[in-house]
Nanobody
Framework: QVQLVESGGGSVQPGGSLKLSCAVSGFRFDTSAIGWFRQAPGKEREGVSCISRDSGYTYYTDAVKGRFTISRDNAKNTVYLQMDKLEPEDTAVYYC????????????????????WGQGTQVSVSS
């Protein structure tokens, strides 16, 4: 069965860094686009980043450009989100999601395009 498991969250001070991991199983990882989303209490879930099946295309929402970096290692069936210069506004539960059989060179940005989701990992940024 399809499974995605996030890890790497935690509590950091503003300006700090975290690296999230998304380990996937149960499907052909190398045919799937992967997205990262986040949701803060009382707010709508928003797209953070996504990456194509071959890493040839990446997307970042404006709020994280220059601070976050998405990558994937198809040999390890893992997607990463390196988060630098974290701000209190980055506090949220972070989710990874998969769109299977996405053969296009890009990746979908909307959450409705993703059918498989992990349980999330908490990121807290405060002084």
């Amino acid at each position: 069965q399809v499974q995605l498991v996030e890890s790497g969250g935690g509590s950091v001070q503003p300006g700090g860094s975290l690296k999230l991991s998304c380990a996937v199983s149960g499907f052909r990882f190398d045919t799937s686009a992967i997205g990262w989303f986040r949701q803060a209490p009382g707010k709508e879930r928003e797209g953070v980043s996504c990456i194509s099946r071959d890493s040839g295309y990446t997307y970042y929402t404006d709020a994280v450009k220059g601070r976050f970096t998405i990558s994937r290692d198809n040999a390890k069936n893992t997607v990463y989100l390196q988060m630098d210069k974290l701000e209190p506004e980055d506090t949220a539960v972070y989710y990874c999601a998969a769109r299977l059989f996405w053969y296009r060179g890009s990746c979908p940005r909307g959450e409705n395009e993703y059918k498989h989701w992990g349980q999330g990992t908490q990121v807290s940024v405060s002084s």
